[in-house]
């Protein structure tokens, strides 16, 4: 009896069948999104990017590298905030809102237009 050999489970031909379903759900998703491009002149206040975030809330974060500023952008508008030199080259948005950094000791916290810091013990 000749068995085929098995990679995590599937054998050749369900291999193939799933990788391709894959590829056709990507497919799917990539056509269906709509890229847009930001560009300086568009208010991006610096070229270079640190980290992109996208939220739970379908928001843009962008955490730029030359400069202590972070970019919100909801599809419609972009929104410049300042943000400590520290923190950590992404920011991230809680499903309820909340903005939040890492930082060498700990958190920053967005609210109410500043950034409070939260320092983490060693675990």
């Not at 098995?6 to 054998?11: A, I, M, N, V």
């Not at 759900?25 to 930001?38: C, H, N």
């Not at 990017?49 to 928001?59: K, M, N």
């Not at 948005?93 to 810091?117: C, E, H, I, M, N």
């Amino acid at each position: 009896m000749k068995h085929e050999p098995t990679y995590s489970g599937l054998r050749a031909g369900q291999r193939t069948y799933w990788g391709v379903l894959l590829l056709c759900l990507l497919s799917l998703r990539l056509d269906a999104a709509k890229w847009t491009y930001i560009r300086m002149a568009d208010d991006l206040p610096v070229g270079s990017v640190a980290g992109i975030q996208l939220s739970p809330r379908d928001l843009v974060w962008i955490r730029h590298q030359d400069a202590n500023l972070v970019s919100e952008m909801d599809g419609y508008e972009l929104f410049n905030y300042p943000i400590p030199s520290d923190a950590a080259n992404k920011v991230h948005q809680s499903r309820s809102g909340q903005l939040w950094a890492a930082k060498p000791d700990g958190l920053y916290v967005f609210y109410r237009s500043r950034w409070t810091p939260y320092q983490v013990d060693q675990i």
